[in-house]
């Protein structure tokens, strides 16, 4: 019985999230320069020692930061 109100949660969870989408925006850049600052901000994490332990989480936090101090904001794409 919990077993199965979990599946129905977490399929429930997964229909909701396939909704919605997203994309990074900049006030006066195109869109394809997205690809350079990310592969740039990539590296500089990839060079972190802090960041090197694996934890995934983490690293896209802080992948997130950095495009956004790039001046890139995350915008909902069905606005």
């Not at 990539?42 to 802080?62: M, R, S, T, V």
Request: proline share 5%; with cysteine.
């Amino acid at each position: 019985m919990i077993l199965s109100r979990y599946l129905v949660l977490s399929v429930f969870g997964l229909l909701l999230a396939a909704c919605g989408s997203a994309a990074w925006v900049h006030p006066t850049k195109p869109p394809d320069e997205y690809l350079t600052d990310y592969k740039a901000c990539e590296e500089a994490i990839y060079k972190d020692p802090k960041l090197q332990q694996g934890n995934q989480l983490l690293f896209h936090q802080a992948l997130d930061r950095c495009v956004a101090k790039k001046g890139w904001v995350l915008k909902d794409t069905q606005e």
